[in-house]
């Protein structure tokens, strides 16, 4: 498939012929949702904890007798329905990573690009900034290519101005294709991506690194 390369005003200048395999596949929801859930899991913490009955400070001594006082019983001070005693099934540290194939992950990303290529939300332009790449430059070539929303612009390589110059920008965000992830990309309104990016990624997630789709053996 072709995909139109267009300068930082926003002007057509050329076609780019770009694999189908990464570009241009049916995308793959399901797999993508699981991609997405799986790494929004996989960033928590799991260091959220809480205090029982058994961990915080006070008596364990009985309040006051069972019966014959009028009211209802009372236990230690440390149950949780004392103020300053223990929380019921609190949360404790934990881990929340999901694992997920190789496979499926690679089948995410190049659903999430195909998508956005298939709704025009992929743009490809020669280079971001000429120079000395600058926040007042990147943003006015954003505007020029009708970039409002959530943006991620993507660099064949780790570009430490670009990711400094799209740091003041609220809604943009700049990674190299190596870094490229399916909530990021699931995440953006719009893909900008470099030439360069876009031949790096199909050395990432095209060629040999797509696995055959599995099928029947015909019979001899």
């Known amino acids: 498939m072709n995909l139109p390369v267009v300068d930082r005003r926003g002007r057509k200048r050329r076609e780019i012929e770009v694999a189908d395999e990464v570009f241009g596949i049916e995308p793959n929801r399901a797999v993508m949702h699981q991609a997405y859930v799986a790494q929004r899991a996989n960033a928590h913490a799991g260091t959220h904890s809480t205090k029982s009955r058994g961990e915080v400070r006070g008596s364990t001594a009985k309040i006051r007798r069972q019966k014959g006082m009028g009211a209802a019983r009372k236990g230690s001070n440390r ?11 609190g949360p404790k540290p934990h881990g929340h990573g999901k694992s ?25 332009v020669p280079a971001i900034a000429d ?20 943006a991620l612009v993507v660099s064949g390589e780790h570009d430490a101005r670009l990711v400094q110059a799209t740091r003041n920008i609220g809604h ?36 040999e690194n797509v696995k055959p789709a599995r099928g029947r053996r015909e019979a001899s």
């Open 100 to 124: 997920l194939p190789r496979q499926m992950r690679r089948l995410a990303i190049r659903s999430a690009l195909s998508s956005h290529a298939a709704s025009g939300g992929l743009i490809v």
């Open 172 to 207: 943009v965000r700049a990674l190299p294709s190596s870094q490229l992830n399916v909530v990021d990309l699931v995440d953006a309104h719009h893909v900008v991506m470099t030439e360069d990016a876009v031949r790096r990624a199909e050395e990432l997630w095209g060629g």
């Open 79 to 89: 149950a949780a329905t004392r103020i300053g005693g223990g929380i019921a099934f």
């Open 131 to 150: 120079g000395e790449t600058k926040t007042n430059e990147v943003a006015a070539a954003l505007n020029a290519l009708g970039v409002e929303r959530r």
